[in-house]
């Protein structure tokens, strides 16, 4: 977490980039909402270009640069916890997410505590894996920019 951290202090930029499109995403969602869990596609698959990203930026942060060398390790745990993180996190505020149900039962409505356990398991699963493939991603795309062909794998 502490080099995630630094990984944002050192790229400002890029980061405040991402909470804008995250702030937009989330945005979108009301926007097209239907009421229960969000079934439209295009809905879904915005909603998992999040942790893509996330894994993506953290696997191009940590490149190699020439005052420090990076294993693909650090890249690949990194983009897989940011991937998780930004997944979690949209659950947690988008509509339809956590503290929308908690919202809802304190207005009285049934609690859908076991849905929404659910629905954060799947989206932890599924922001791990985009993570790993957004920071997969940014390596093979690092070693295509640098020598203008992939190299092989220290």
Do not use: N
């Amino acid at each position: 977490m502490r080099k995630l951290w630094r990984d944002i202090q050192a790229h400002k930029r890029a980061a405040v980039l991402f909470l804008v499109y995250w702030l937009a995403t989330l945005a979108v969602v009301p926007i097209t909402w239907a009421g229960g869990a969000p079934t439209d596609v295009p809905l879904v698959a915005l909603l998992m270009t999040i942790p893509l990203i996330a894994g993506a930026l953290v696997g191009r942060w940590r490149a190699s640069t020439p005052e420090r060398v990076s294993r693909s390790r650090d890249r690949i745990t990194g983009g897989m916890l940011a991937g998780v993180l930004s997944a979690e996190i949209t659950l947690l505020v988008m509509k339809g997410g956590a503290v929308d149900e908690v919202i809802g039962w304190i207005h009285g409505h049934k609690f859908q505590g076991d849905e929404v356990l659910g629905f954060s398991i799947v989206t932890g699963v599924f922001g791990v894996l985009l993570g790993l493939v957004g920071a997969v991603l940014a390596i093979v795309m690092g070693r295509f920019r640098r020598h203008g062909r992939p190299i092989p794998s220290t």
